[in-house]
């Protein structure tokens, strides 16, 4: 999946189809991906009423096997992995021992001793050392399984229909995080129902030599129900009003989780210790009696977009900064999410303001998603 010059970004299985389709392509995180194929508003506008299709094949993943695999997952992150069913996955971190979040991560229980860890393209390999750092003691293997697998995500309100053409895997019984082997268009594939727009939909887990055949059945099977590529500009947008942080915005390793208001991933009453236990409980203490800043929405009321920090301002003084904007296809608005000063956070709240260029725009401070599907 990688390119043979390494001062070059890597590539994936479906680079030449990228190309072919005419995508515009961007370095992100060491890799060449598709930024968008035409418009990304329409390309957002697909996945939210029909559905989109994606490369994510620069996500990292790492397995981790052996008798002691659980109990190396709860000692190095924060989650009780432990209570994971068989076919289940969880979302979850892996922070310092200062509690500083190192990634957000997905882990799948793919048996009953091999999970699945997927993160963040530009922590792969950071997580990765850190596992493997972890592993000391422990009956367990951590192996990078990067260059084995291409990811291929179907998202939107028709995915479901348009895969379960492709497959006979029991998709009406696949819950949401969860995941269970199967045959796409004849392709072996990990079927997860998971994904980061905010929609239904699926990730498929294949060989990378299967990947472009797996797209091209998808593209003929989505035909008729309105499936379009989508690159990564309108992923953005999508996991923005769906209030689902990013790494390096919303998330990094001077924030615990506490900090970005998902403190309910860190599980105190797992077995044994773990790594940021200490510093964790503290943030969790400071977090209870005063939040210092609170992750929130701000919606534009006016049309200048926002952009990561950018300062947000209430009474002449700076309460906070911006770590996402982007202009919103489904509301119509720009939006933002920033981390604000506690007594700014309210829903409602007036006289907030985002600093653009030396102008403060108003904004509406509103709860988090921005938008949520219609079950």
């Known amino acids: 999946m990688s390119s043979t010059e390494p001062d070059r970004p890597r590539r994936t299985a479906l680079d030449a189809l990228h190309r072919s389709l005419g995508a515009t392509m961007t370095d992100f995180a060491g890799w060449d991906m598709p930024l968008r194929y035409g418009s990304e508003r329409d390309e957002h506008i697909a996945v939210r009423t029909k559905a989109g299709l994606f490369d994510l094949s620069h996500m990292g993943e790492i397995t981790v096997t052996g008798p002691q695999a659980v109990a190396l997952l709860n000692h190095a992150l924060v ?5 994971v069913g068989l076919g289940r996955a969880r979302y979850t971190m892996i922070c310092r021992a200062d509690g500083g979040i190192l990634d957000d991560l997905i882990v799948y229980r793919l048996g009953e001793t091999e999970y699945m860890v997927v993160a963040n393209a ?4 950071v997580v990765l050392d850190a596992l493997t750092e972890r592993a000391a003691g422990f009956d367990a293997e951590v192996r990078d399984d990067r260059d084995n697998y291409a990811l291929l995500a179907v998202q939107g309100p028709e995915s479901a229909g348009i895969l379960k053409s492709l497959t006979d895997a029991d998709l009406e019984g696949l819950k949401y995080y969860a995941g269970l082997p199967g045959t796409v268009a004849g392709v072996p594939a990990l079927i997860a129902r998971t994904g980061y727009t905010g929609e239904d939909g699926f990730e498929l887990f294949v060989a990378p030599g299967d ?6 059945a998808l593209t003929e099977a989505g035909a ?15 996991r923005l009003e769906a209030g689902m942080p990013l790494y390096g915005h919303e998330l990094s390793t001077s924030l ?4 970005a208001g998902l403190g309910r991933v860190v599980k105190f009453e797992k077995e044994g ?7 964790l409980l503290a943030a969790a203490e400071r977090a209870a009696a005063e939040p210092p800043r609170v992750l929130v929405g701000l ?10 920090g950018y300062a947000v301002v209430a009474g002449g003084e700076v309460i906070g900064e911006v770590t996402s904007g982007a202009p919103s296809p489904t509301l119509g608005k720009p939006i933002a999410m920033a981390y604000v000063d506690a007594a700014h956070a309210a829903p409602g709240t007036a006289g907030v303001g985002v600093d653009i260029r030396g102008n403060h725009e108003p904004y509406e401070v509103v709860a988090l998603p921005f938008y949520k599907r219609q079950k």
């Open 211 to 216: 990947a472009e055949k797996l797209w091209q």
């Open 256 to 259: 615990t989780p506490f900090d």
């Open 79 to 83: 989650g009780n992995i432990a209570t």
């Open 122 to 125: 530009s922590n792969a390999q």
């Open 224 to 238: 008729d129900a309105g499936l379009v590529p989508c690159g990564l500009s309108c992923r953005d947008t999508l």
């Open 299 to 308: 919606v534009a009321e006016g049309r200048r977009v926002p952009r990561a």
């Open 273 to 279: 210790d773990f790594v940021g236990r200490e510093a």
